[in-house]
């Protein structure tokens, strides 16, 4: 099984920039980390009217388009939309996936909370809720806190998490 943490917070909050970071650091230390995004709006995967867009309309339940460098996978996610069975569907190749968004959906989260964004948390420690990237210490103070600067830690606690020992 492959090790899926999840980053949530409201819009704003610094979700995405705290996974680059991450990303950065994760791979720096020689680990291949794939990455999960939960978008709430209407995204065209595929340009209508092109190859791979004429097989999934045609009845493909996935459909692939492979460059020399790259490659896109536009599949069928209806019935496996939660961050941990989509990695363990497409995901294998990697040691950890780090989703963003998905805050109602199960599986451990670290949650990007600030003062200035003046909202309450997104998740209960009983939503999967193992740590706090903040400036507000008083939030939950039963779990571990970590700056929004504290990268390497927060690396760290998260291959502490792994199971197979990263």
């Known amino acids: 099984m492959t090790n899926v943490f999840t980053v949530v917070g409201h819009s704003g909050s610094g979700k995405t920039t705290l996974v680059e970071k991450l990303l ?78 998905f805050s109602h959906s199960p599986g451990a989260k670290i949650e990007v909370l600030r003062r200035d964004n003046g909202k309450p948390p997104r998740c209960a420690i009983e939503d999967g809720l193992i740590a706090i990237v903040t400036d507000v210490e008083e939030t939950y103070p039963q779990l571990p806190h970590f700056g929004l600067e504290d990268i390497s830690e927060i690396a760290q606690f998260l291959l502490d998490r792994c199971d197979g020992g990263l």
């Open 24 to 101: 950065r650091e994760l791979s720096g230390r020689g680990l291949r980390v794939a990455t999960i995004k939960h978008a709430h709006h209407k995204v065209v995967l595929d340009t209508p009217g092109k190859d791979s867009y004429r097989y999934k309309q045609a009845g493909a339940v996935m459909s692939m388009l492979v460059t020399s460098s790259e490659l896109q996978l536009v599949a069928d996610a209806v019935d496996r939309r939660d961050p941990e069975q989509l990695a363990e569907r497409f995901l294998g190749e990697a040691d950890l996936v780090l989703a963003e968004g």
